[in-house]
Nanobody, 122 residues
Framework: QVQLVESGGGLVQPGGSLRLSCTAS????????LAWYRQAPGMQRELVAT???????NYVSSAMGRFTISRDNAKNTVYLQMNSLKPGDTAVYYC????????????????WGRGTQVTVSS
């Protein structure tokens, strides 16, 4: 049974930082590309950051320079370090285990966790 469990969200003031974690089970973690998505109220789910099996990273333009995705294959965990947070970053954040096509374009896997709420507000 595949499980993805996100944690680390919370309420933070603008300019603050949070570190999200997602621990996976039921998959061969090291063989998967990984991604963080977010979904704000009334909006579609948005791809925020991806990391390939070799550690190559990509970010949505709004996250570039502020967010860092990383992975620890020994712990089956992917992280998202978020700095200089803005109110526009407020959303539920989800991790996903998928794959990269030759583009490279991220192809989401079928399993999702429950997400972790990030609220940026003064």
């Amino acid at each position: 049974q595949v499980q993805l469990v996100e944690s680390g969200g919370g309420l933070v003031q603008p300019g603050g930082s949070l570190r999200l974690s997602c621990t996976a089970s039921g998959i061969i973690f090291s063989a998967r590309a990984l991604a963080w998505y977010r979904q704000a109220p009334g909006m579609q789910r948005e791809l925020v950051a991806t990391i390939g099996t070799g550690g190559n990273r990509n970010y949505v333009s709004s996250a570039m320079g502020r967010f860092t995705i990383s992975r620890d294959n020994a712990k089956n965990t992917v992280y998202l370090q978020m700095n200089s947070l803005k109110p526009g970053d407020t959303a539920v954040y989800y991790c996903n285990a998928g794959q990269l096509d030759p583009g490279p374009r991220y192809i989401a896997g079928r399993y999702w966790g429950r997400g972790t709420q990030v609220t940026v507000s003064s």
